[in-house]
């Protein structure tokens, strides 16, 4: 517990280790957030690992960990807890007679303090789930057990679509490296988009995908062609600030309308006009953090034409006016005010 408790200012992580856990799932809170530092080069977050108990946990392959925290302990000193997927059978987690919530880990939640975030990745969404943390909320899964997590689960508002899953205090990924993807949301959250990058940059990934799981899905392979829609996305994002038609998108791409459309949402994931507008959202949200322009300028430099538009664009992805999230996310030289109550 002396660990755990060395420094009271800092953002500590908490991953779970349950019997099977995947080794790489189990090492992304670690990478990820081990390696945010703010601008005097210290470290951000504090990450440490526990199991039910204290000692050995088995893993998914040949090997075991040993951890040094038991759940009990370390959930309840958490700021944010990642419980990473573990070697299970989904049908078996699927069935309703089975309880699969040990007393240890009940307790373990008990002891949960107010505002700790709660964050699964892949499969591990059957534990939030049987913790009832998920009973009414948006929550994402692997899209091979999507239908399955369900059925199980028919409270919980499933999208086997995206690549997460963020509802505020409880975060939901999906399969394996998008594990990736919500930790460094996470940094971007806590600590903007420069941090974010960075880390990002060190672990050679990139600071966000395009897309979400419906790219992953298994759908017969499209007949080869010659040309693809990956040349037209770089295109289309070096020219943001300007209006851009799915017309002249097809025609960048040699393709008719209905096959640029086609072929894009079978690469992509989603259709070019919502790829553009997120594209675009994510492009102001950027600037928002990075300079200090008006939002009329922002708007315009992202491809929205006016202040009105970006509003509207920006209050239905995040749910606040550009002046709020400016606000929320634009960091300066000082790290912000810590997450725990009390620090």
């Known amino acids: 517990m002396d660990r755990i408790c060395k420094d009271l200012a800092m953002h500590r992580v908490v991953v779970l280790a349950l019997d099977g856990v995947y080794p790489f799932e189990m090492s992304i809170p670690v990478r990820i957030f081990g390696t945010a530092e703010g601008p005097d080069g210290k470290p951000l977050y504090e990450v440490i690992t526990c199991g039910l108990d204290r000692g050995a946990v088995r893993t998914s392959a040949d090997f075991t960990v040993n951890v040094e925290h038991a759940a009990a302990e370390a959930f309840a000193a958490a700021d944010t807890i990642v419980i990473p997927p573990f070697d299970c059978d989904l049908e078996e987690l699927a069935d309703p007679a089975r309880e699969f919530l040990p007393d240890a880990l009940a307790e373990a939640f008990a002891r949960v303090k107010p505002g700790t975030r709660t964050v699964s990745i892949c499969t591990a969404s059957y534990v939030l789930a049987a913790a009832g943390l998920l009973d009414g909320r948006p929550a994402t899964t692997h899209w091979v057990g999507a239908d399955v997590f369900q059925r199980r689960f028919p409270s919980v508002r499933v999208d086997p679509d995206v690549l997460f899953v963020d509802d505020g205090d409880v975060l939901t990924a999906a399969g394996v490296a998008a594990g990736v993807d919500l930790c460094l949301h996470l940094v971007r959250r806590d600590h903007g988009s420069e941090v974010a990058n960075r880390v990002a940059r060190l672990c050679v990934v990139p600071p966000w995908r395009d897309g979400g799981q419906a790219q992953f899905i298994e759908r017969p392979v499209p007949e080869p062609a010659a040309a693809a829609t990956s040349a037209t996305r770089a295109w289309a994002l070096a020219r943001l600030d300007r209006p851009l038609t799915l017309a002249e998108l097809a025609s960048h791409a040699g393709m008719s309308v209905r096959t640029f459309s086609r072929r894009f949402r079978d690469e992509v994931g989603m259709t070019p006009v919502q790829w553009l507008t997120r594209q675009r959202v994510e492009h102001a949200r950027r600037l928002l953090e990075t300079t200090d322009w008006p939002v009329d300028r922002v708007a315009s430099a992202a491809g929205f ?28 030289a000082s790290p912000p005010l810590p997450l725990r109550p009390g620090a």
């Open 305 to 332: 034409g006016t202040g009105a538009s970006l509003r509207g664009h920006l209050g239905a992805v995040v749910g606040v006016s550009p002046k709020v999230y400016r606000r929320t996310f634009k960091r300066v």
